[in-house]
């Protein structure tokens, strides 16, 4: 009988990872946190290569000869001008200007992909479906089609080069897709036919891989093997030998990587993430510039939350918005602790006029292991230089209003 083949799931759980929830409620999805070995999977993503698991990412699929002028109309950025097989980022935003999703666009030839975390695919359906009228437009929840992993590191190009295969209807190489940012190319990774595109969320090289569920486990085997993990899997009854070690001492040496490591790499490089630093009740121009221009267009026409958009642009400024603040040494600030104004000489430490809100934090290894965090201020606190004070570990600390990224890689 032949064996089931391992889903990315089955190989995570061989190698004992440790799981932490996702969203919230009945939509959370349980993602790797790590694999016992913290550091040495952040120093794969700094020196070599670490592969990810993205369990908590989706897709919806639209299809149709009216699709591109459909999402035109309706999210931030530009559809109609952009290129066959593009991949951009785009919002979709209440007709009050709030954030209903952030996504990334796949553009092809055939049919449009949204990525988006898989908690706000049932949301977006409904939005985009109640404005279809008598356009030539499917929208399809492709969650469980297909699978979602992740390269970051340095040697993410060599790996990927060494599982690189041949299939009959791959249309591009590792080496033209690494070299192309902002476009989505279809690769052969492991004998599957694999959707890629490089997003470097960490500083590093980084590359968004979409595989058919049924190869996915495929897929993820390989790449961690071709970076010298050896998995004893239960599926398949391998057992490491002395010599797969000494194999592994001539490999990649990459690892597999969870979200502590993740998320120490994509804060160094400021990346802010939906659900985490911002949510639905934030509008786009609280998400620094940065993050504004690269998923708002300002010469396209109307679309829905844009009169908001114009206005805050035009006119004024957001209440608040998303900032780096770094501490002088490592006392750490929980997510959810407040911000605030320096307390008066002379008064209580915590007696400061609260400012903002801590949105997520680590300790910086490229920084000397000193704190820093990302945070929603009010508008007015935000400008780099500013000392503002924050709760960590039972005491008010001072932290300085940093310029993102916080290294520069």
Known sequence: MTPPRPEPRDLENDLDAEYIPFGEGDAAVPIAAHYGGYEAEYGAIRARVG?????????????????????HRLITNDVNGAAEGSTF?????????RIV?????????????????????PAVLVALESKLFAEDVTLTSWVGERACLACHGPSTAALLQAVEGEPSDAVSTVDAMVGMPGTTHVVGLAGARVSASRRDVTGEVGVVLWAPTADAGRVYR?????????????TDGVVPTPEQAQRRRSTLRGRPVGWMAFNTARLEAGQALFH???????????????????????????????????RMKNLGHPKRVVVGLQLDDDTLPAGGSPVTLPPEPGAAATSGKP????TSSTLSPLLGSSAIALAQVKWGQHQPGTTLHLAGEGVMKPATVTELPFVAR
């Open 51 to 71: 592969v990810m698991h993205l369990p908590h990412r989706g897709l919806i699929d639209v299809r149709g000869d009216d699709r591109a002028d459909f999402l």
């Open 89 to 97: 980022r785009s919002l979709l935003l209440s007709q009050k200007g």
């Open 101 to 121: 999703a952030d996504m990334f666009v796949h553009h092809g030839g055939l049919n449009t992909w949204l990525e988006l975390d898989a908690c706000d695919i």
């Open 222 to 234: 390989a790449l961690l093997e071709a970076a010298g993990v050896e998995v004893a899997s239960a």
């Open 276 to 310: 985490v630093d911002f949510g639905p009740d934030a509008i786009p121009g609280e998400l620094g510039d940065a993050a504004l221009h690269e998923a708002v267009s300002f010469t396209k026409g109307c679309y829905i939350g844009q009169e908001i958009v114009a």
């Open 355 to 358: 400012v903002g809100v801590v």
